[in-house]
């Protein structure tokens, strides 16, 4: 796609693991392993799956924060993966990140003003004066008073602290924000006043998002296209509407009806899709499809052969056997 | 059964702390009968652990006091137990499933060991058999390949598996009420599924009482039969779960029922309006007089910063904490 803002194609990050006797096999963790997906500019990228399923590995590859194995991520008409030194360090203003944790991502020796201003200094843009007015500016953008900018990262809330975090993300005016699970640790009804913080400054400065979460609930409230991944792959891809109207993957299918919902009791045995134990480890994915081994549908041939990534609808990419050519997952539970 | 097996009454419980002293539950008042799911909901700070951990006697000591109310549990007051009483009880008629997993786990023993060791003090097991129920209780909560796992230590297990360990021993000596402080906070959602399936399990098998404390809605929904509300040490509405979810009478549970982007399947149109409670939980130290919510209120009246408000019944075994609901009634 060419008129993609963010364009990944076939990214591995593997990560070697020590062995444990010089003469012992040599293992790798891959931890994300061969996954493409494009975004345009003010747009929303979801990614949901379990823990492990290499959701955070992606997020710092695109970010150039751990090492990419093989692929490439282009931003715009830069090879971000290809740069090194003055060349990534100018480019990187364009991409910046917002985390989980609001209160370890945040220098507790300093204030928060200053922590704003920071990525300003670092990346050169402005002189001091106009760092200073652009916290200022971001502060109240974020929904911080002017006077707290003096304070400490301990002197605010849970909440109050991410929005400094957003602030800061924003400080470099970057086309493409990358925001890992930026809600997780938030109660609810702060969560909600992050995630419209979040769609107001997307509206105001036609920002790009990518995305990631487990909670399937706020991805599809924010996400134009969502991903879902399964062991360092994606098994399934689709616009918003599709994902959640038309899920074509059994994986899918098993998210979505695990997620406690109002209207459906469990004691009246209300039927979903269960799946048995944990995800099985990257270091040794089930051969054929990686979800064979948990899946309630999987035949002799998803053990044998790992189906591919496949459109069989319009935007709508799904990597299973039982999808027929027409677009269709006969097996799919009438409700979920 | 008739009546409640466990049952709170005005529970006050306050804290020696650098603002002074606080008080961190106030009149809290709940019950829950056999075969019963009691869902607890409210924000982070609100009492719901405090409340758990109040019925346990384990409010942290010296800084932590009951100071008024009742609680319990088959007509015996357990806030005049005796602390040798107390042992007796928790564990053996009332269990609790923590927060957070790990730390209730010891690192040093394995997970068998220690499902054996709880089944041996509290059923008076041999060593043999409680080993054996220690295999069982695993089977029971789903961990595959038991007889191997049994034998392994806690940190070789997922998240997942630790927190149905939890559970395994929590279960091992039958309790009749069962508290799970927020079991699946850091799980996945097929993992958490999971969890919920066996407590529904339990319940529905061996009549056991459930104390269901989270913030999810969404979990409340499926699993409780009632639902209370807490907001800053208080119980601010109680209900039967369709009641609070489909009519909700204090603005708070309105609040949190509107801030949720719930999961929508079929074709969900365009991105809906999230309605946001603004502001944050205040500190209880500088709680007032008045209702704790009104300055987060959409719709605080002046009288709502002068008195707390009762409790007015809106329904059957519905009520809630709103001068609003006076004003209705006045109308
Ligand atoms: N530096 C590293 N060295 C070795 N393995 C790693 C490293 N970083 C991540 N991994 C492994 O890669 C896999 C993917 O991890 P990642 O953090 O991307 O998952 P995630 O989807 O973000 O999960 P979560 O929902 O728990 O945040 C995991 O198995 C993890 O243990
Ligand atoms: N040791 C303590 N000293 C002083 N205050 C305490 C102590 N432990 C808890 N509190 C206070 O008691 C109140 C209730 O806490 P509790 O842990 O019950 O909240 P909760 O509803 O379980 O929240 P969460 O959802 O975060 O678990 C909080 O305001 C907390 O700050
Ligand atoms: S390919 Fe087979 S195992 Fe994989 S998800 Fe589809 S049916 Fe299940
Ligand atoms: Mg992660
Ligand atoms: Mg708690």
Known sequence: ?336 | MSGPLLEVEGLKVEFDTWDGRVRVLDGVSLSVSPGETLGIVGESGCGKSMTALAVMGLVPKPAGHVTGGAIRYRGEDLVKASDGRMRDLRGNRIAMIFQEPMTSLNPVFTVGDQIAETARLHLGLSPAEARKRAVEMLRAVHIPEAERRVAEYPHQFSGGMRQRVMIAMALACEPEVLIADEPTTALDVTVQAQIFDLLEELRAAEGTAIVLITHDMGATAEMADRVVVMYAGRKVEEGPVDAILGNPAHPYTQGLLACRPNLQLGHAAARPQLHEIPGVVPPLHLLGRGCAFADRCPRAMPRCGEAFPPAYDVGESHAAACWLLEEARAA
């Open chain 1, 1 to 336: 796609m060419s008129d993609a803002l963010l364009d990944v194609s076939d990214l591995r990050v593997h990560f070697p693991l020590r062995r444990a006797t010089p003469f012992a096999p040599k293992r790798t963790v891959k931890a994300v392993d061969g996954v493409s997906f494009a975004l345009a500019k003010g747009r929303t990228f979801g990614i949901v799956g379990e823990s492990g399923s290499g959701k955070t590995t992606t997020a710092l590859a695109v970010m150039r924060l751990t090492e990419i194995t093989s692929g490439a991520v282009r931003l715009g008409d830069e090879s971000l993966s290809a740069l090194e030194g003055e060349a990534l360090r100018r480019a990187r203003r364009r991409v910046q990140m917002i985390f989980q944790d609001p209160y370890s991502s945040l220098n507790p020796r300093m204030r928060a003003g200053a922590i704003v201003a920071e990525p300003m200094e670092l990346m050169q843009v402005g002189t001091e004066t106009e760092c200073r007015e652009r916290a200022q500016e971001l502060f109240a953008q974020v929904g911080l008073r002017s006077d707290q900018l003096q304070l400490f990262p301990h002197q605010f809330s849970g909440g109050q602290r991410q929005r400094i975090g957003i602030a800061r993300a924003l400080a470099t005016k970057p086309e493409l924000v990358v925001c890992d699970e930026p809600v997780s640790a938030l109660d609810v009804a702060i969560q909600a006043q992050i995630l419209n913080l979040l769609v107001k400054l997307q509206e105001e400065y036609g920002l790009a998002y990518l995305f990631i979460s487990h909670d399937l609930g706020v991805v599809q409230y924010l996400c134009d296209e969502v991903a879902v991944m399964y062991l360092g792959r994606m098994v399934e891809q689709a616009p918003r509407e599709a994902l959640f109207g038309n899920p074509l993957h059994p994986y899918t299918w098993a998210l979505l009806s695990a997620v406690p919902r109002v209207g459906r009791r469990r004691r009246d045995g209300a039927a979903r899709l269960r799946l048995e134990g944990d995800p099985p480890s990257p270091i040794s994915p089930p051969p054929g499809c990686r979800f064979s081994s948990r899946c309630p549908y999987a035949e002799a041939r998803c053990k044998a052969e790992e189906p591919v990534l496949r459109e069989v609808r319009p935007g709508h990419r799904v990597a299973c056997h039982l999808v027929r050519e027409d677009g269709t997952a006969p097996l799919r539970p009438a409700t979920l």
